[in-house]
């Protein structure tokens, strides 16, 4: 097999993880986005298990469902292909629409957004590591709807859009994100805690309030910007208690009631749904 088919089976993989048709769009970008190119030079440390990772240099080995390491001194990786797959396929971007990447890293999944909103579309993609976003912004270079923003996507106000996609941990779904999605558009970002799993948190913008529900587990490095001390222990007692499958909403009108899974300073996790439901 040379490097093209491997990438065919690579896709087929990650749509079948995120029980998706092994044809479906999301295996086609995941195909075709060349993952080695987004990494630099090698030798690339990969990690399949905790641990120090492992030193490869073949880039057929980076096909896998492996985080590989993008910059050692800051614990940043890839990302996990599988869990973005699945994220991919709870977004559901559609062509033309607008999205807003935060923690873009070298551009590697901002990459696969941009041909899933194609060109007629628009992506902003937000990366506080500067030399990141510059890598980022060169190998989208020549994705003309692709704009790279050396900065927090934690400041606003952001750009309207239909997706926002967040891949850093956060302790709060911050009012910048949430003001930026439009009726009908998506916030997906991972809600945790300092130590251990939190979850991948989909928020999705109606016209009366916001429908809520946890994907699956997520562990992150941290968002700067989107973190609280006490929110975070807050979050590891909800967490530990278990119940986040029942989650159903996301309120910002009032005080919580006895449906609230996890509360924050303005913001509460509900397990009843929305007026109009999801």
């Not at 990494?39 to 440390?45: A, T």
């Not at 096909?63 to 800051?74: F, M, T």
């Not at 590697?108 to 957004?113: I, N, R, V």
């Not at 989107?226 to 208690?241: Q, T």
């Amino acid at each position: 097999m040379d490097l093209a088919e491997h990438g065919l089976s690579f896709g087929r993989q990650m749509a079948k993880k995120a029980g998706l048709p092994e044809n479906d769009e999301i295996a086609r970008v995941f195909a075709r986005t060349p993952r080695e190119t987004f990494l630099g030079p090698p030798p690339w440390r990969i990690f399949a298990s905790e641990g120090e990772g492992t030193l490869v240099d073949d880039p057929v080995l980076l096909y896998q469902d492996v985080l590989v390491q993008i910059k050692g001194e800051a614990a940043i990786n890839n990302g996990q292909p599988s869990l973005h797959a699945l994220c991919f396929a709870a977004l559901r971007v559609e062509h033309r629409e607008t999205v807003v990447h935060v923690g873009a890293g070298t551009g590697y999944y901002t990459s696969m957004l941009a041909q899933l909103t194609g060109r007629e579309g628009r992506v902003d993609a937000y990366e506080i590591e500067s030399d990141l976003a510059w890598k980022a912004a060169e190998n989208l270079s020549e994705m003309a709807w692709v704009t790279v923003h050396s900065a927090s996507g934690t400041i606003g106000p952001l750009p309207m859009c239909d997706v926002l996609y967040v891949n850093a941990g956060a302790t709060d779904p911050l009012d910048v994100w949430l003001d930026a999605v439009r009726v009908d558009g998506r916030l997906l970002f991972p809600l945790t805690p300092d130590e251990g799993y939190g979850g991948m948190l989909l928020v999705t913008r109606l016209v009366e309030g916001y429908a809520a529900r946890f994907l699956c587990g997520a562990k992150f490095v941290g968002c700067a910007g989107a973190r609280d001390e006490a929110m975070a222990r807050r979050l590891a007692i909800c967490f530990s208690k278990g119940h986040a499958g029942e989650v159903r909403s996301l309120r910002r009108d009032r005080s919580p009631d006895e449906t609230a899974w996890c509360a924050g300073a303005n913001w509460w996790l509900s397990k009843r749904e929305t007026p109009h439901g999801t």
